[in-house]
Structures are given as structure tokens and as C-alpha cells.
């Protein structure tokens, strides 16, 4: 049976808050025919499958659709493959070579804004408005909702809301830290969901690398859907 690691991503204060993620780091024992009906069933916003942890060559699904890139993925599967087989260099998902460094107990990893899932951006005039969300306003299903908590600081509050991508609210979502930062121009210090924190900041080759905490929750063989 394949062993999965069950992590937390993007972890705020005192390791609280962060997104579940999935990872088999022996993914090629799983075959491709399988990978989608795994992600659904799991049921996190997203599961990996490394197939080859010394060259970082990684997939990613979330439970409706298999994607070429996203945020807490990369970030997350960096920090595992070095605590359980070797730090790399860069993680290669289909989407393209993603550079990943550690610091300060926090892990980087950084990716191009239009490598990112397609994602609208609504300002709001208040942290208070954003949240007082009940779910994502009508008519749209992939959509980060953001106020400035410290416009000088760069900190932002956000939400987002992927019913595209099979996740009715996503708890911190790299990839749109990723067109957020480029979109200002700026580093960001984003607070998203329950309790989690998101670090971004522009790259000069147009790149944006995000970074954050990573927590390991379980570890456990997986023997399929109960």
C-alpha cells in the first residue's frame, strides 16, 4: 500500500490554521487512472503524487480536476522531500521548474502568476466586509475576496472561494498569493481562511515566491476508499 503524509500548509501562529495536503512521496505506485478518483476521495484542495523525489517531478490534483500548478502543494512537498529524502533544488511540476529554498524554519517556493489556476480579485473596503462572507458572491466560482489590514505593511486579509476547482473555500491558497503580489507589484503578509499566513513578494524575473510554515499531521498507509 502506498504511504501517505497528511500536512498542513501555510500554518499561522503557533502551528495553528494552514491547508491540508496529501502527498505520496512514492506516487508512481499509484497509477494515473486512479490519481483523480484518490484527490476526490481524500477530499483535501489538493493531493500529490511525486514520481520521482530526487529530480522533484511531482503531479497535482485537486478532487475534480488535475492541475499544472498551485501554491501550497509546492510549498508543502518541498518541505517533505527534505525532511524525508533529501532538500531539492526545484520541484518540477507539469507546469514547469519551480525553485524552493528554506529559511527561518519556513519553506519558499516561487512560480509564474500565469502558471496559477485562473482567478478573479475583488477589493473590499474592509476586513469586516470580507469577513461577514457567507460563500462566494454569485456568479462566481473561483474568486479571491481581499481588505487591507495594514496597507503600509503590505498585510492582507483574504478569502477564496474555488467551486471551479471543486473547493468551496479554500483555507490558504498559494497560487493566489502568487497573482495578488503581481498584480500589486509588492510584497504581501496574507492572512487567509481560519488561521493561516501566506508570505509573498515579486521576483525581478518575473516570478513571485510565496513561503510559509509546514506542519505533519499523519503519516499512514493508504488502503483506498472506505
Known amino acids: ?78 518541505w517533505l522531500l527534505a525532511r524525508e529524502r533529501g532538500a531539492v533544488a526545484a520541484l518540477r511540476p507539469p507546469a514547469g521548474e519551480v525553485p524552493v529554498r528554506t529559511e527561518g524554519g519556513l519553506t519558499y517556493a516561487a512560480g509564474r502568476p500565469e502558471w496559477s489556476p485562473p482567478m478573479e480579485f475583488v477589493q473590499v473596503e474592509s476586513a469586516a466586509k470580507v469577513e461577514a462572507l457567507e460563500g462566494s458572491p454569485e456568479g462566481h466560482d473561483a474568486l479571491g475576496v481581499w481588505a487591507w489590514l495594514d496597507a503600509v505593511a503590505g498585510i492582507v486579509r483574504e478569502r477564496v472561494f474555488a467551486q471551479r476547482y471543486g473547493i468551496a473555500e479554500d483555507e490558504a ?51 483506498g476508499p472506505t
Do not use: K, W
Not at 13 to 20: A, F, I, K, Q, R
Not at 173 to 185: E, F, N, R, Y
Not at 187 to 192: A, F, G, K, P, T
Open 173 to 223: 491558497t498559494g497560487s493566489a498569493a502568487i497573482i495578488l503580489a503581481s498584480q500589486l507589484g509588492r510584497e504581501l503578509d496574507i492572512h487567509q481562511g481560519a488561521n493561516s499566513r501566506i508570505l509573498a513578494r515579486p521576483l525581478d524575473d518575473g516570478m513571485v515566491e510565496i513561503g510559509g510554515r509546514v506542519e505533519l499531521d499523519e503519516v499512514r498507509e493508504y488502503r
Open 1 to 78: 500500500m502506498p504511504e501517505l503524509h497528511v500536512l498542513r500548509v501555510f500554518c499561522g501562529e503557533g502551528g495553528s490554521g494552514g491547508n491540508p495536503l496529501g502527498v505520496f512521496l512514492d506516487g508512481s505506485e499509484v497509477g494515473a487512472e486512479q490519481r483523480q478518483g484518490i484527490a476526490d476521495e481524500l477530499g483535501f484542495s489538493e493531493t500529490v503524487f511525486v514520481d520521482d523525489a530526487e529530480h522533484g517531478e511531482m503531479r497535482i490534483f485537486t478532487p475534480a480536476v488535475e492541475l499544472s500548478f498551485a501554491g501550497h502543494p509546492v510549498v508543502g512537498t518541498a
